[in-house]
């Protein structure tokens, strides 16, 4: 070995210079399974060919919440609608799910909830459709 290359070979080995390896590596690794996960996510979510909404309406101080499935053909599945709201007096979750058949042109509605909005209260929700052709995620709008 000459000495310049063990000069080089030196300077690798500092406690610095192997943290910063580490990292570089741990970061190669993390971009890595995260375009491995998107490769593997984004086209199922596409072939699902199922749109899902949520939306709402007011009807005094109660937000109605309806979870909607859309499709150009016919498909089952399941859905989860997840509710939280937090308020003045706590917060509380809200699970809803169950199979469905979708035929074209129908309404599509899965799940109705309705929301007490008193008192500054905030809610959040998430739908979750499922079928043989992949998987639909959509949240509740701002």
Avoid: H, W
Wanted: hydrophobic share 40%.
């Amino acid at each position: 070995m000459s000495a310049s290359s063990f000069i080089a070979a030196e300077r690798l080995k500092s406690p610095r210079d192997r943290r910063k390896i580490r990292a570089f590596v741990s970061l190669s690794k993390s971009l890595a399974l995260l375009s491995f996960f998107f490769s593997c996510v984004l086209p199922a979510a596409s072939r699902a060919q199922v749109e899902c909404v949520i939306s709402t309406s007011m009807r005094e101080q109660f937000l109605v919440v309806k979870a909607i499935a859309m499709s150009p053909t016919a498909m089952s599945g399941t859905y989860r609608l997840m509710l939280v709201r937090q308020g003045a007096g706590g917060m509380s979750q809200s699970i809803q799910q169950g199979k469905f058949d979708y035929q074209p042109g129908s309404d599509g509605l899965l799940s109705t909830t309705i929301v007490n909005l008193a008192n500054k209260t905030q809610v959040s929700a998430t739908l979750l459709i499922e079928t043989d052709r992949g998987t639909s995620q959509c949240g509740l709008p701002k």
